[in-house]
């Protein structure tokens, strides 16, 4: 990942805090915190739907991406998601 093209880890801290300070829905802190109990932060979206509570790993893909969108566009990334797969 370039860090000119993606951000660095401060750059992210600074989206998060930001995104902090506007308000986060309890669902998704909720995605994040069961995200992070798990081992190596290594999880299946059904598996995380199932810690938390949403009826599918559908629903938390959803909700995930809704959350990575502000998060995005904190880091100036915006566009389709399909631009920044190719890194992947």
Do not use: C
Not at 6 to 32: I, K, N, S, W
Not at 65 to 83: D, N, T, Y
């Amino acid at each position: 990942m370039d860090d000119e093209e993606f951000g660095t880890p401060d750059d992210y801290v600074r989206a998060f805090e930001a995104v902090l300070v506007e308000g986060v829905p309890a669902d998704h802190m909720a995605l994040l915190r069961g995200h992070g109990a798990t081992p190596e932060y290594t999880t299946t979206w059904a598996r995380l739907a199932d810690a938390v509570g949403y009826p599918s790993g559908k629903s938390v893909n959803l909700q995930y991406g809704k959350f990575a969108e502000r998060i995005a566009r904190h880091l100036g990334l915006s566009g389709p998601v399909q631009k920044y797969a190719d890194v992947f």
